[in-house]
């Protein structure tokens, strides 16, 4: 006498492995990439705040009677205000003594800043430590 054993029924005991099986696996691909997003937003964030205070303070050094000490004092308050620490900024005004300037010459303000001194994340995922962000801006003397 011979015994027939049926065919076990697979789909009954795997009914949510599939989906749990999903889940820990896409959590492996949407971590690193909501945190690569968020690294990059700050980056072009950072950008913007130092183009605008590249702006402010270019806008300081065209006019007349201003100095160099004027245009710091401007870019740092403004990038202050947003939260990035002057400590950290390079500044670099061409040409360096504005005071000398006269009417249509070109004064350029570059500001730049680490990354690693402005991320929200404690490690940068897709931009090392060396990276640095800038802004610049241009703008004619108004001095006589």
Do not use: W
Not at 40 to 68: D, I, P, Y
């Amino acid at each position: 006498m011979q015994v027939k054993m049926r065919p076990a029924k697979r789909g009954r005991n795997r009914r949510g492995t599939a989906m749990v099986e999903m889940a820990v696996v896409t959590s492996f691909f949407i971590v690193p990439l909501i945190l690569g997003m968020l690294e990059t937003t700050r980056l072009c964030m950072v950008t913007q705040l130092l183009t605008n205070a590249a702006r402010e303070g270019c806008r300081v050094a065209v006019s007349n009677g201003k100095t160099s000490a004027n245009v710091t004092t401007r870019v740092n308050d403004t990038l202050s205000a947003a939260g990035i620490p002057s400590g950290s900024l390079t500044i670099q005004l061409t040409p360096a003594s504005i005071e000398t300037t006269h009417l249509g010459d070109a004064i350029t303000l570059k500001v730049s800043v680490y990354f690693s001194a402005v991320r929200l994340l404690p490690y940068s995922f897709l931009f090392g430590s060396t990276k640095q962000v800038a802004g610049s801006a241009t703008m004619s003397s108004e001095r006589p």
